[in-house]
């Protein structure tokens, strides 16, 4: 429920302290400047320490307040210290953002994927969610109930004929998971979310769809016929991971320009 104090300054996550993974680049770093922008003190996550350092002075210089975690999501000990230092520098951790992720660019069909692009890709995308929680659930718990929000992905729902067999079945997981999540934890007044992104014009898409014959392959399924951008989708997770979604849990959030809707799309 929205507190007094969000009434008065009007800012949509006050009183909140927000944990982002992947903050260093794209949505991540979107959904960091605008949460920090909302009021919540960010804690960036990323491997990429110059990009995180990056997102927090661009916080730091709008006035926002942030600190930058070093950690590896695939990799228990790094979630479990990025956990840490959210309670550590700003007390809590009411809102727990596991968006962190890979598309790599040997993940092809089954045939032709190695096991050790499936192991990274599942290891980076769907059990650092299951590591986020496993240390996050707690802190949300003493915080008196949180909001976790799984970034997952249209390909958990749809199947292309551009294959990427390992990066859709992480992004099945990470839906699927996000469920059971939601279902478990709802009587803690802990909500869980699965944001689903359509197509979007961010630097792990465009790498792939480097020319302008690939674009269109893809555009023609989008019924809005353009890309996505990252705000876009910052501004959907800054609803997920407000009060204003007090009734919202165990959903696949679609932001998609309606692609999931479409069979035919307009001319
Ligand atoms: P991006 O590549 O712009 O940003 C991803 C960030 O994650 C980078 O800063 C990267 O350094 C960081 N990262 C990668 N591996 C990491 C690790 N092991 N530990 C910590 N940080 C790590 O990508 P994006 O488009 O902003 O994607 C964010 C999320 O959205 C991903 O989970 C992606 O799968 C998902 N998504 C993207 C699209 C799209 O079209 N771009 C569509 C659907 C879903």
Redesign the pocket.
Known sequence: MMTNDQRLTGKRLDGKVALI?????????ESALLFAAEGAPVIV????DH?GDDTVSAITKAGGRAVYVH????RAADTERMIASAEREFGKLNVLFN?????HGRDDDAVSTDEAIWDLTMN??AK?VFFGCKYGIPALRRAGGGSIIN?????AVLGAATPQIA?TAS?GAVLALSRELAVVHARENIRVNAL?????R????MKFLDTEAKKQRRLVHIPMGRFGT?PEIARAALFLASDESSFVTGTEFLVDGGITAAYVTPE
Not at 21 to 29: E, K, L, Q
Not at 196 to 200: D, I, R, T, W
């Open positions: 993974t992947g903050a260093g680049s794209g949505i991540g770093r996550v990323d491997i990429e990009a950690a590896d999501v695939a968006n962190a992720g890979i598309m980076v995308n650092s970034t997952a992905s249209f390909v990066y992004k689903c992104p359509g197509p979007l961010t630097e792990l898409l990252a």
